[in-house]
């Protein structure tokens, strides 16, 4: 075809299709991946707006406890592991 | 000296400048975040153009129709990889290394091998590496840039090679990721149009893509041939491999090239700018290449077959259409050099000069050694391309051949596996330079046939899983890590309490509290 031999013919075209399929099947794969972010960000959206009407009422919201409650943990933790040796980068690096 | 085209080149000039100046002033105020990453607000098209531009170097139009002219169709087992590097690298680990180095609050490539595999000595070997090889492939830019102006101002070599690296090192000095990829973006495009019309005239110049087959098979039969002119690499299926891996696979372990993924507005970028980079890689890759065999038809009498495309451009296009190649060509080497000396001077000041000389350096002390550095790999470019400059296919190929064993294994192991540890990713760094550095320096590459990046990978994979797994209880990664690693396989935003411990923005607040919590724990 077009004057080459079989292979060099392979060459030029075959990979080119390759890629073509590998994009198509990484697009097919991945549909959800757009969809599921918009969703999640919604989600924290409404929830953060009811945390701060939730604020304003007076009590605070609960799974705000919860999230510092969490953070601390992770703290702690990070500290710890920063008195085994095992340093998170962000203490390592003060700027 | 052709006027008309010398005044297109300007033309070009003024507008990159102009769009250089605007997306300076757009990223303006973001920090160092919007300095180094654009604010990570970039969108797919402009990810998938800037990462294309920055891959595709002055290499493509120098080096590409040097190695068709010379070899013939063999040389197409670079551009069989190549096409499919961007969607490769995107969708491997774009999203994953998106979300990671947010968390991690990471703004350079290095900075981010280090925080995923905490120690000082990844920081160190990483940006060791780093400064070595990209002040060495931006020499090759200098080449190209020298010799794509010798040809069109008609000036000697030395004043030309000075006037292309004075615009070079000046439009870097512009400043910011955002210049960069803008600018990028508005390259890329110049480059497919100067690509596919230098393209269209060499082929109605010679009769259309069969009849320069069937004229090439007149001249050498081997020309066509998978195997390259006089079958010289018949069988040598390590050296293809080495081809077909170096701008695709390879391509995941260039730190100027995945500083893109860090930068994306949202970790689903990746997707849409994975289809954008192949469909620009199909109209583009393939191109040089094919102009390159066909200026064997054009202009067979070539002294530097280096000159294969501009002089096909000269050859066969009016002055104001040679003045959009010559545009182009400058655009292949520009994007690129930009990026090379934006990544290593950033390196330099933040990943060496900051975090071991002098950790208080103000962020104007930064800048300085950056541009120091960057006028230095400019004098030393000079001296060494004014000398004896090596091949521009030559030098791109070992620098991204080293490139690509340091870091690849270690950049595809941080998001995909849990056991990759400090000295399994240390190893592999260091066996995957000196293995393809030993390689090529050696001449190992012609008895063995098995090219540089092709043992360099191999060895640098093995060298990460085996001491990774040896180290695990030694060394095990550490738990934030973990959760890091844990939380960029879910879809959807980073949770807050993670943000805020990585944002740049809200990091001098949560090492505040911290350091507040410490105090009072004591």
Redesign the interface.
């Known amino acids: 075809m077009?004057?080459?031999?079989w292979?060099?013919t392979l060459?030029?075209f075959g990979?080119?299709l390759?890629?073509?399929l590998?994009?198509v099947g990484?697009?097919i794969v991945?549909r959800?991946?757009?969809r599921?972010?918009e969703?999640?960000?919604t989600r924290?959206e409404r929830e953060r707006s009811e945390s701060r009407s939730e604020s304003r009422g007076g009590g605070a919201p609960r799974h705000k406890e919860e999230?510092?409650t969490?953070?601390e943990r992770?703290?702690?933790?990070?500290?710890s592991?920063s008195r085994g040796g095992?340093?998170?980068?962000?203490?390592?690096?003060?700027? | 000296m052709n006027v008309t085209v010398l005044a297109f080149l300007v033309l070009y000039y003024v507008v990159v400048l102009g769009i250089g100046f605007w997306a300076m002033r757009r990223g303006a105020g973001g920090g160092l975040e919007g300095y180094l990453l654009g604010g990570r607000d970039v969108g797919p098209l402009v990810t998938a153009l800037t990462l294309q531009s920055t891959s595709m170097s002055g290499y493509m139009f120098l080096g590409a129709g040097s190695l068709a002219y010379t070899t013939g169709?063999w040389s197409?087992?670079f551009?069989?990889?190549d096409?499919?590097g961007g969607?490769?690298n995107l969708?491997i680990i774009g999203?994953r290394m998106r979300k990671l180095s947010q968390i991690?609050?990471?703004l350079t490539a290095i900075e981010y091998l280090?925080?995923r595999y905490?120690s000082p000595a990844t920081r160190l070997i990483a940006a060791s590496v780093s400064v070595f090889v990209l002040a060495f492939y931006v020499l090759a830019q200098f080449i190209a840039g020298g010799k794509g102006m010798e040809l069109v101002t008609g000036l000697p070599y030395a004043w030309a090679l000075l006037i292309a690296l004075a615009i070079i090192i000046t439009y870097t000095f512009l400043g910011g990721y955002l210049a960069v990829a803008y600018t990028d973006f508005f390259q890329s495009i110049v480059m497919l149009v100067g690509v596919v019309w230098i393209l269209a005239a060499a082929l109605s110049h010679v009769g259309g893509?069969?009849?320069?087959?069937?004229a090439l098979?007149e001249i050498d039969p081997t020309l066509?041939?998978?195997w390259g002119r006089d079958l010289a690499f018949q069988g040598q299926w390590g050296l293809v491999a080495g081809a077909v891996l170096v701008f695709s696979a390879g391509y995941m372990g260039w730190p100027h090239v995945v500083t893109r993924h860090m930068a994306m507005k949202?970790?689903?970028t990746a997707?849409l700018a994975?289809?954008y980079a192949?469909l620009w890689?199909?109209l583009f890759v393939?191109a040089p290449y094919i102009v390159g065999l066909l200026a064997i038809l054009i202009l067979p009498n070539l002294d530097d077959p280096e000159l294969a495309i501009f002089q096909v451009a000269e050859a066969l296009l009016p002055a104001a259409v040679t003045g959009i190649v010559m545009a182009a060509i400058m655009a292949a080497i520009m994007s690129t050099a930009d990026s090379l000396l934006l990544q290593t001077g950033s390196i330099a000041s933040r990943d060496l000069y900051e975090?071991f000389i002098n950790?208080k350096a103000s962020e104007q002390q930064m800048v300085w050694v950056s541009r120091l550095l960057v006028l230095a790999i400019g004098a030393i470019g000079y001296v060494v391309a004014l000398q004896e400059p090596p091949a521009v296919a030559f030098v791109v190929i070992f620098a991204t051949s080293i490139l690509g064993s340091a870091f690849a294994p270690a950049f595809f192991c941080a998001v995909w596996w849990r056991k990759a540890n400090t000295p399994g990713a240390i190893a592999s760094m260091v066996s995957g330079t000196v293995v393809s550095i030993t390689w090529e320096l050696a001449g190992l590459a012609e008895p063995t046939t098995l090219a540089p990046v092709t043992v360099g990978l191999f060895v640098s994979s093995i060298a990460i899983v085996v001491v990774s797994l040896v180290t695990q209880s030694s060394s095990?990664v550490?738990?934030?890590v973990l959760?890091a690693m844990e939380e960029t396989t879910r879809?959807?935003?980073i949770?807050?309490?993670m943000m805020?411990?990585?944002d740049s923005a809200l990091?001098?607040e949560?090492?505040e509290?911290?350091s507040l919590?410490?105090d009072s724990?004591q």
Not at chain 1, 86 to 95: L, N, T
Not at chain 2, 209 to 214: E, V
């Open positions: 077009f004057g080459l031999p292979s060099t060459l030029v990979f080119p390759i890629w073509i590998y994009t990484f697009l991945t959800d991946w757009g599921e972010e969703e999640s960000s924290a999230s510092s969490r953070a992770e703290r702690s933790e990070s500290r592991e095992g340093a998170p980068r962000d203490k390592e690096k003060p700027r | 169709y197409l087992w551009a069989a990889g096409i499919g969607v490769l969708s999203r991690m609050g990471s280090e925080a905490p893509f069969t009849a320069a087959n069937l098979a066509l041939s998978i949202r970790p689903e997707r994975g289809a192949t890689n199909l393939s975090r950790p095990p550490p738990a934030h959760r879809l959807g935003p949770p807050r309490e805020a411990k990585s990091r001098p949560a090492e509290i911290a919590l410490e724990d």
